[in-house]
């Protein structure tokens, strides 16, 4: 675990600073994300609630809209880290998977930690099996 740390240093470090950014006044779990891109730049997200609740956006989201908005694609994309603060390790929801599969190519590691020290690394392949995708609309 503690090598998964290591390895991915960079883009963790990141997304636990940009997670104390969150805007999450009503749940107040705050959320971080961190993508690398191919050039070596970071991109980070944080979750933004809304008093409607609906309207919140994930820190996956913030962070991968942002990315794509650049101009970067998934071949661009060189890892992505979720993290979240507490003793549990605070997998993508499923509406982030959906836009996760569509921009996120199936094997570019996605690193998932918490301030507990607990980490793993998984890809959407293997979070969000048996997609739905373009493929389904050719
Ligand atoms: N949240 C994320 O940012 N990412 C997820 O994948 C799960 C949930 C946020 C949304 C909301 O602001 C708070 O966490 C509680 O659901």
């Given at each position: 675990?503690?090598?998964?740390?290591e390895d991915y240093k960079d883009i963790l470090d990141k997304a636990f600073e940009v997670m104390e950014k969150a805007y999450a006044p009503?749940?107040?779990?705050?959320?971080g994300a961190c993508i690398k891109t191919t050039d070596?730049?970071?991109?980070?997200?944080?979750?933004?609630e809304n008093a409607?609740?609906?309207?919140?956006?994930?820190?996956?989201?913030?962070?991968?809209?942002?990315?794509?908005?650049?101009?970067y694609r998934e071949d661009d994309i060189e890892s992505m880290a979720v993290v979240t603060r507490?003793?549990?390790?605070g997998s993508?929801?499923?509406?982030?998977?959906?836009?996760?599969v569509e921009l996120l190519k199936n094997d570019t590691p996605v690193v998932?930690?918490?301030?507990s020290s607990q980490a793993i690394i998984t890809n959407i392949a293997e979070l969000l099996p048996f997609s739905f995708t373009s493929e389904d609309l050719k």
């Open positions: 675990m503690q090598k998964i740390f009503y749940s107040k779990y705050h959320v070596g730049k970071y991109h980070v997200g944080a979750n933004i409607s609740y609906g309207l919140t956006n994930c820190a996956e989201r913030s962070a991968l809209f942002h990315v794509y908005s650049l101009g507490g003793n549990t390790l993508p929801c499923g509406a982030c998977r959906q836009v996760m998932i930690a918490n301030t």
